[in-house]
């Protein structure tokens, strides 16, 4: 299986507030096997941001294995409309949505998913909220409920304060291309001055919007060049919004609610979960976007109150992204993924 033989089956749907959203069902060259996989992109990315050029993706090896595969756009993703969104807008009225939508369309009892930084994020806080029930199993990586991350990053979203007092609803990592205002050019001048460890603009400014590290996101050796170009086009709009509940939550050491509403807690991680699904957590051991630690207390927390249920993998080697771009990651990660979806 290759991106040539993917058979793309557009859906539309909207979320549980009315914001617009697709799903993308990609049908392989037999009919499915297995039950539905959904796949759920991070922060400033897209459900395509899974079928990177240049490796065999994480699409290719489901299809492969008979899965029922859907790439999930959420509001978040730069291949709808932006607009300003928080973690709960997503958790509360993204991902029931989708779940729904795709159970109601393939008839199954239950779904999986594959989760992404703040993807993995939000459907976690859905499914501790007790609002994803006909979720069976979460592979998640980065980051779920406990955001642990460097110190300077830590710094940099009181720098992003900044922009919001000058009005910025969003900070674009397209800001490498114009056109732009003077704030534009002087934001992205500094960072290309302090990221040279590659000419690729949006490498750079994915650094510094989303960790802390030369790059951030990935180690370059784990990336093809075809793949490390092609990030050249990817990742776009972050509001402020979402920087500030991961500020809150930081200070706060779990992901706290931006303000109560309806069934979200205040405190995602303070009661027992209100879900039966299972949690296998992924990370790199060198994750520079968010720690592994992230991870690591998000496991604790759930064995805590369901022991004997959830799986922690820390991948050597692997940063953030990576573990979906990497150009060995369909032999040194997919087949764990794989044997966590089939458990
Ligand atoms: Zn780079």
Redesign the pocket.
């Known amino acids: 299986m290759t991106r040539a033989d993917h058979r793309d089956e557009p859906h539309f749907l909207r979320a549980d507030d009315g914001t617009p959203l697709t799903l993308i069902r990609v049908r392989g060259g037999r009919e499915p096997t297995r039950g539905p996989v959904i796949l759920i992109h991070g922060v400033g990315m897209r459900a395509e941001s899974f079928r990177p050029p240049g490796i065999r993706s994480l699409v290719d090896v489901l299809l492969d294995e008979g899965w029922d595969v859907w790439l999930f756009n959420w509001r978040g993703s730069i291949d709808l409309d932006p607009v300003p969104w928080t973690l709960d807008d997503v958790a509360l009225n993204d991902h029931p949505a989708a779940v729904r939508h795709v159970l109601g369309i393939t008839g199954a009892s239950a779904v999986k998913v594959v989760a992404h930084c703040q993807g993995s994020t939000t459907m976690s806080m859905s499914a501790v909220a007790g609002l994803v029930p006909g979720v069976a199993t979460i592979v998640s990586n980065g980051v779920s409920l406990h955001p642990h991350m460097p110190v300077v990053s830590r710094v940099k979203l009181h720098v992003l304060r900044q922009l919001v007092r000058a009005g910025e609803p969003y900070l674009d990592v397209a800001w490498r291309d114009g056109p732009e205002t003077a704030r534009h050019a002087l934001t992205r001048m500094a960072i290309r001055t302090w990221h040279v460890?590659?000419g690729?603009p949006t490498?750079n400014m994915a650094s510094f919007a989303l960790g802390a590290g030369h790059?951030a996101l990935w180690l370059?050796s784990n990336l093809a060049r075809v793949t490390?170009d092609w990030l050249r086009y990817e990742f776009g709009k972050i509001p402020l919004s979402f920087y500030a509940q991961l500020a809150a939550s930081d200070r706060a050491g779990q992901i706290v609610a931006i303000r109560a509403r309806g069934p979200l807690p205040g405190r995602y991680a303070e009661a027992p979960p209100k879900s039966t699904a299972r949690f296998a957590l992924f990370t790199g051991a060198q994750n520079r976007s968010f720690l592994p630690s992230s991870q690591k207390e998000t496991f604790a927390f759930l064995r805590r109150h369901q022991p004997g249920r959830h799986s922690l993998h820390v991948l050597a080697g692997y940063g953030h992204t990576d573990v979906f771009l990497g150009r060995r990651a369909h032999h040194e990660v997919f087949p764990k993924m794989l044997t966590e979806l089939r458990r």
């Open positions: 460890e590659c690729n490498c790059p370059h490390h």
